[in-house]
């Protein structure tokens, strides 16, 4: 009974956070562009489709991931798992002491990328542009890793305490070198795919993965170390994207090579 | 139909029984909420996957095409804008944001410590962040027109986010980072997406693949560089 309502409460509000988008385009379709919707049947269903899969999505999400997820985060960060039960008092950190921090963060960063919706979307439609040269599963590894990266270098950044800023700017400097030797046609999606990697799974789990984090290692504080971590998942997605053309451009050029080699 | 969902979540499975039993070494509490917050995740991306094909993208498509076979620019940046502002304004992520921001700033000082002025501040920065992305939605498709290198845009972009973190404050910087990720949702992306490859495949002389992609890179930088803006002078 709880769980019909609360599915309810989710289909409402994901009704509400569609109907400004669908008011906009059925507004401009009537009014400026004059011409009706092609299908129009066909592209209602659709909307029911997402608002009832979203909701879904969400509800199960909430019922089931989110809190044992957010569980995990709480015990996999708490002092007494890291130290062992007999901690008492003061005690100096190490971030090595965090190694399962790290890991647990790379890994939900990367397998909650893989369930990402929009990320789904965007790689479908790469695909479809490209016309196959983009694969769907490629794409969506090589921003998953990114992701992982990412979170996992961010949770290092709130054990030590180092300023964001540092880290992100090497980044970017990064991605500006990297831009200079990516094929041309790869650089769009690259960064488009560091804004689609953090949507309905990821951000609710790393925002309590940093939460967690910021509110036991010793010095941090929620308010002010808590917050960086969904910059860095949108930041390395753009970095792995690249380098995973680099990498299929380097080894097309390659191979062609060898075969020109053998053919001479 | 559901078998690829199923495949699409199997990470995070895999990911939670590993920590759960060898790391954290503990039973599954509510294994049958469990059971069943799963059917829902892959029932619900089953069908979300299904409405994308059928609404998502060939609204996008269809409108992108009538616009450019109108011809009117100035209404097309008219949509832009307001597809851009009117889906970041009611974002449920960035409400938690906004709120969130103005904690911060009241327990730095910035403002006082109040809840209207805490309100005050949050809707403040919900609508320049709405306003930012709304901004970023034209440039890009004033970008896809023009036919600008995109990675000019971007990179111009960071020069401006790292000049901003330079004198914003250092309270805001954290959010700032952050809200470029939260503004983009997931019905958002795909339609923004379509609209931006179906632009780009109807104007004569642009390659969907250069040119289509990149609207959600500019929606995710701009609202750093307004947020700081906004730290700095309220």
């Known amino acids: 009974m709880d769980l019909l309502h609360h599915t309810m409460n989710v289909t409402l509000s994901t009704i509400q956070d569609v109907f400004p988008i669908v008011a906009i385009i059925f507004g401009f379709q009537w009014l400026v562009i004059r011409r009706p919707i092609h299908n129009i049947k066909r592209v209602i269903a659709g909307i029911v489709y997402v608002v009832i899969g979203l909701a879904l999505f969400l509800v199960g999400l909430e019922e089931a991931l989110f809190p044992l997820g957010e569980v995990m985060a709480k015990q996999l960060t708490d002092p007494a798992f890291i130290y062992g ?56 590894i090589a921003v998953a890793i990114g992701v992982a990266i990412g979170i996992s270098l961010g949770t290092y950044r709130i054990v030590t305490g180092t300023p964001l800023h540092y880290y992100i700017i090497t980044g970017y400097v990064f991605v500006v070198i990297q831009t200079i030797y990516t094929p041309k046609n790869i650089i769009a999606l690259a960064y488009d795919s560091g804004g689609v990697t953090t949507s309905t799974v990821t951000v609710p789990l790393v925002t309590a993965l940093g939460l967690g984090l910021s509110e036991t290692v010793p010095g941090r504080s929620p308010l002010m170390d808590g917050f960086g971590l969904i910059a860095f998942a949108s930041l390395f997605p753009i970095i792995t994207v690249m380098g995973y053309a680099q990498l299929s451009h380097w080894r097309t050029l390659r191979s062609r090579s060898r075969l020109q080699a053998k053919g001479g | ?190 339609l923004v997406t379509a609209l931006g490859v179906g632009l780009a495949s109807s104007i004569k002389g642009r390659n969907p693949m250069t040119d289509g992609f990149g609207l959600i890179a500019l929606a995710s930088l701009t609202p750093m560089i307004f947020v700081m803006a906004y730290g700095m002078f309220f």
């Open chain 1, 85 to 140: 039960k007999a901690v008492e008092g003061l005690y100096t950190i190490h971030w090595q002491d965090y190694v399962w921090v790290y890991l647990f963060a790379a890994t939900i960063g990367f397998s909650t990328t893989i369930a990402e919706p929009s990320l789904i979307a965007v790689a479908i439609k790469a695909n479809e542009v490209s016309a196959g040269a983009v694969g769907v599963w490629g794409l969506r």
């Open chain 2, 1 to 190: 139909m559901f078998g690829t969902s199923l495949r699409d979540l199997m990470p995070i499975i895999l990911v939670i029984a590993f920590f759960q039993f060898l790391v954290l070494k503990q039973p599954i509490p509510n294994l049958g909420n469990l059971l069943v917050g799963t059917v829902f995740v892959v029932v619900g991306l089953s069908l979300f996957i299904r409405g994308l094909n059928m609404a998502l993208f060939p609204l996008g498509e269809t409108l992108a095409y009538d616009f450019a076979r109108k011809g009117s620019v100035f209404w097309l940046l008219v949509f832009a804008f307001a597809l851009g502002f009117g889906t970041t304004i009611a974002e449920p992520a960035l409400i938690a944001v906004a709120d969130k921001a103005a904690e911060v700033a009241a327990v730095g000082g910035m403002i006082v410590d109040e809840v209207t002025a805490r309100q005050e501040y949050a809707t403040g920065l919900r609508i320049t962040v709405a306003l930012s992305v709304g901004i970023a939605v034209v440039i890009g498709v004033l970008r896809i027109l023009r036919g600008w290198p995109i990675q000019v845009v971007i990179i111009t972009g960071y020069i401006a986010v790292m000049v901003m973190t330079i004198f914003a404050p250092k309270e805001i910087i954290g959010i700032a980072y952050d809200s470029g990720g939260v503004t983009t949702s997931t019905i958002t992306v795909p």
